[in-house]
């Protein structure tokens, strides 16, 4: 009776929010609830209702299935993120964490993200920590380490970032001499390894995955402590992190890594005023 209409990806839609909002008002709460409750359980599933399911199953009947509850808002909240939709990531994931019975380091981590993409950088900050704290792998927690560093470089908390960043670098196993002297030329050390690299084409972009991952991020690290330092002008302290970055970009070959520390090393050239060798 041209209440509907089809679409073209083979779904229906009320022609006019009236018309459901009519149809709505003829059910109680609970009968209502009750309709979204077996929607959800027919959407779910199906890739392009991944929303969909979420938003029914918030408006479902209370504690009819909390773990499936859990579940779609995680799987929009991640979906939103991955749409730079940073205030719908924001809604379903604290909807996830409201719900939630303990401590969760995923959601807390796509929570931090989300945060941090909103310029909530103290929520950003408390969400990651608490992710840190419930994580035992050290390789998750040292990415996760990686992005509370950056919620404190958004926040010009430069020492801070430098502190976490050094600890994401010690649960990889890669934590710097403390002595300066010792820093720096064990950086000398692997820039000239880098070099080698890079010209005889020996090692380079040979890292399997597992190690290719761990020296993206340890390159990354390098490359955020260094930048901290320089904010904090202190440009001399950046030269070691500057010098062991290619190396890790050179093993694991051409990415944006890579482009990082070439960029990091052509600066401090620029600085050094060494402006043909940069």
Known sequence: HGLVEARDDESYAFLHDRIRESLESQFDDSVRRALHDRIAGLLDGRPDAVYAVA??????????????????????????????????????????ARISTGTDAALDRLLGRAYHRTARLDEAAAALRRAVAATRDPVRRARTLHLLGRVHESAWDSE????????????????????????????????IAACL????????????????????????????????????????????????????????????????????????CRTARLHRLA
């Open 197 to 268: 690299v890079w010209f005889t084409g020996i090692g380079r972009g040979t890292a399997t995955d597992r190690t290719r991952d761990r020296y993206r991020l340890m390159s990354a690290l390098y490359q955020d402590i260094g930048a901290a330092h320089v904010r904090g002008l202190r440009p001399r302290d950046s030269l070691p992190f500057a010098l062991r970055a290619p190396l890790l970009a050179a093993r694991v070959g051409l990415s944006g890594e890579s482009v990082d520390s070439l960029n990091a090393v052509a600066f401090l």
């Open 55 to 96: 938003r029914h199953r918030i408006d479902g009947t209370p504690d009819h299935d909390p773990f499936a509850l859990t579940r779609a808002c995680l799987a929009a909240g991640r979906l939103a993120l991955a749409e730079h939709a940073t205030q719908t990531a924001v809604f379903f994931l604290e909807h996830a």
């Open 160 to 191: 801070e970032q430098i502190r976490v960043s050094e600890e994401a670098l010690a649960e990889l196993g890669a934590p710097l001499p403390q002595h300066p002297g010792l820093r720096l030329l064990s950086s000398l050390g692997w820039f």
